[in-house]
Nanobody, 130 residues
Framework: QMHLEESGGGLVQPGGSLSLSCAAS????????VAWFRQAPGKEREQIAC????????TYEEPVKGRFTISRDNAKNSVILQMNNRGPDVTDVYSC???????????????????????WGQGTPVTVSP
């Protein structure tokens, strides 16, 4: 059975750092694009970072550019989101998703459209507070 599970969420101080992990089971995560989304209470879910398969091209939304890094840990069949210099008080739920736009039979590219993603994790909450 294919499954994604996020971990690493919790409390972080403004300006602090936190690392989230998206671990896959039942399939090889490196064969797919992987994206991280976040959703604040009462707001739409938004994609903040994405990494493609094959060439591992990464994309970031403007609010997190230069502060967040998405990378693969193939040994652990996972994708990591390193978050540095977190912003002011906020609580978001971070979710990872795998899939992406099928550009060819083996290339999956990033897309901000949630419908392009095949499998989602349950999400992990991150709270920024002094």
């Amino acid at each position: 059975q294919m499954h994604l599970e996020e971990s690493g969420g919790g409390l972080v101080q403004p300006g602090g750092s936190l690392s989230l992990s998206c671990a896959a089971s039942g399939f090889t995560l490196n064969m797919y694009a992987v994206a991280w989304f976040r959703q604040a209470p009462g707001k739409e879910r938004e994609q903040i970072a994405c990494i493609q398969n094959v060439d591992h091209t990464t994309t970031y939304e403007e609010p997190v550019k230069g502060r967040f890094t998405i990378s693969r840990d193939n040994a652990k069949n996972s994708v990591i989101l390193q978050m540095n210099n977190r912003g002011p008080d906020v609580t978001d739920v971070y979710s990872c998703a795998m899939g992406g736009v099928q550009a060819s039979w083996y290339i999956r590219k990033c897309s901000a459209d949630p419908s392009e993603w095949d499998l989602w994790g349950q999400g992990t909450p991150v709270t920024v507070s002094p």
